[in-house]
């Protein structure tokens, strides 16, 4: 910010808002307007302004979307705008979906970096380095650039590069034309974006642009020494706005490509495919808090929509998405990370997770007619291991409050206790259209049957002996399919197995009074 300050030639971008509003916090509110000043004026550009510059081969679309939401809306707050073009430089490899997904969220165009090397190469041969990227909602300008997102070499002088003085600033000129009419050969247009920087740099901006400014001076200065060379600090709205010009006045035409980059290689032994699969953990991790969060959601909307329920939990839920959003990093979801930090990951997604769970279960009951939130004694809620996200254990000793008070289990064994009383299963199905979902949880017994509350029908149930539960006192698995409608909740009990093969009379009761309340939609 004090290198941009009183210089308004010099320009700057930043992508990943996370970083960002984490030195926002920390500034004074006389620093916040000198920045909202150099947004405004445009040497401050913020480019993609996602949450994180996400991975694209294993986030779902729905957590890529939820990322560059929560980045694009902390922009809109803080200083009134929103990014129209896009920054992808550093995902290993890019998918057909991301031009897709920018198109709609009014991107104008998008800088790639890692497309596999082979390819590359041909690229520059063919002058297609730039094209127009085609998606069904129309095409995307895309550019691809030329030799990574670092600084020329031998031009960052964070890295301890000569700096440029009166006696050397001719030759570092010559040899910086050199570089940059080499990689003009390989765009159509007179344009040619140039990147300076790299991971971790600017720590010294003043240092850089001191430098930068020399050559800029010297080959601007010598039109004839540096064959009409023109350099200056731009962003990417100052590119694009100026190719867009130049293709206009020129009548030039950009190829179409359609497909993806992957799998994404740097050289011929060098294939970047092992984080499709690296930290399984933490991969899964990110679906489960993703499905989970996405659960709770809608059943709160729809418990504060159509019951007294208050606001609740909203804090948490979106919590819950800024660190899924966190954990969609390039180096995050890819496991491209070191362990620490992979824990770490992990860590916050559970957190996630236990928000969503807290969510779900009060949206649910009050749903159900049951209490307007699950009480502490309780403790937290997870879904029984290997049933899915979207079920939840109640179990009580009154009928009554059979759904109020849901508790965490730490096993895979569900030791259904004085099944007098019954097990009940909540399942809830957050998607807008029915599923059918095999629940399969550990029981302690095997004379038991299952029966669907709301229509006091027996489901056809399996109980099968299990050697792997048996060490947790859960000696048989017992295992049905429910059908739940979209945005709808299915109660199910597991109940002692009754000599007429029908509901228990208790079961009879519970449904009898539930017909009027029981939520579907």
Same mark, same amino acid.
């Given at each position: ?143 691809? *650039? ?33 570089? +940059? ?23 010294? %901006? ?24 023109? *350099? ?72 504060? /929509?159509?019951?007294?329920? $208050? $606001? +609740? ?61 699950? @009480?502490? /004694? ?27 008070? +849901?508790? &965490? ?9 004085? *099944? ?17 979902? *095999? ?25 099968? $002996?299990?050697?792997?539960? /048996? ?13 739940? @409608? ?15 093969? &029908? %509901? ?8 009898? /009074? ?8």
């Amino acid at each position: 910010v004090t290198a941009l300050e009183g210089h308004p030639d010099r320009r700057f971008i930043w992508a990943e808002i996370s970083f960002f509003h984490r030195w926002w916090n920390d500034q004074s509110d006389r620093r916040r307007e000198v920045v909202r000043g150099l947004v405004s004026s445009g040497q401050l550009e913020f480019v993609s302004g996602g949450w994180v510059q996400n991975d694209e081969a294993n986030p779902s679309f729905v957590s890529v979307i939820e990322q560059i939401t929560w980045g694009h809306e902390y922009l809109f707050r803080n200083f009134g705008k929103r990014p129209h073009f896009a920054w992808n430089v550093d995902p290993f490899g890019h998918s057909s979906v991301t031009p897709l997904l920018f198109k709609q969220m009014g991107f104008e165009a998008v800088v790639l970096n890692r497309i596999r090397y082979d390819l590359k190469d041909s690229f520059k041969r063919a002058q297609t380095m730039e094209f127009l990227w085609e998606t069904p909602m129309g095409d995307l300008f895309a550019h691809v *650039l030329h030799t990574h997102y670092s600084a020329p070499q031998g031009f960052d002088w964070e890295d301890g590069m000569p700096q440029v003085t009166a006696g050397n600033v001719g030759d570092r000129a010559r040899q910086l034309q050199g570089i +940059l009419s080499d990689r003009a050969n390989a765009y159509r247009t007179c344009n040619l974006l140039v990147p300076f920087g790299d991971d971790f740099k600017f720590k010294r %901006a003043s240092y850089q642009f001191e430098n930068m400014d020399q050559l800029i001076s010297e080959i601007n200065s010598k039109p004839q020494v540096y064959q009409n060379l023109h *350099l200056r600090y731009a962003t990417l709205s100052d590119y694009f706005k100026a190719v867009s010009a130049e293709g206009k006045d020129t009548n030039i035409t950009f190829p179409v490509f359609k497909g993806d980059f992957f799998p994404y290689a740097d050289n011929a032994q060098s294939y970047w495919t092992g984080f499709y699969t690296t930290r399984p953990v933490l991969k899964v991790e990110s679906r489960l808090a993703e499905s989970i969060l996405h659960t709770g959601s809608v059943f709160t909307a729809l418990a504060q /929509a159509i019951t007294s329920i $208050p $606001p +609740l939990h909203t804090h948490a839920i979106r919590e819950g998405w800024r660190q899924v959003s966190l954990s969609q990093h390039h180096d995050g979801i890819t496991g491209t990370c070191r362990a620490p930090v992979a824990d770490d990951y992990i860590s916050r997604l559970r957190n996630a997770q236990e928000a969503g769970w807290k969510a779900l279960v009060e949206g649910a009951l009050a749903l159900l007619g049951g209490v307007t939130h699950a @009480p502490s /004694a309780g403790g937290t809620v997870t879904a029984p291991p290997n049933a899915g996200p979207e079920v939840a254990s109640a179990s009580t000793s009154a009928p009554e409050s059979a759904a109020a008070l +849901l508790v &965490k289990r730490e096993s895979s064994t569900w030791s259904s206790g004085p *099944l007098g009383e019954g097990e009940r299963i909540i399942v809830a199905n957050g998607l807008g259209r029915s599923r059918k979902k *095999l629940i399969s949880i550990g029981i302690d017994r095997a004379d038991v049957q299952v029966t669907q509350l709301l229509h006091k029908e027996n489901v056809n149930a399996q109980v099968v $002996p299990s050697q792997l539960l /048996a060490s947790e006192g859960g000696n048989f698995q017992l295992t049905w399919i429910a059908h739940c @409608p979209g945005m709808g909740l299915c109660t199910f009990v597991i109940e002692p197995l009754q000599p007429n093969g &029908k %509901a228990s009379e208790q079961v009879e009761e519970e449904a009898a /009074a539930a017909q009027g309340s029981r939520f579907f939609t």
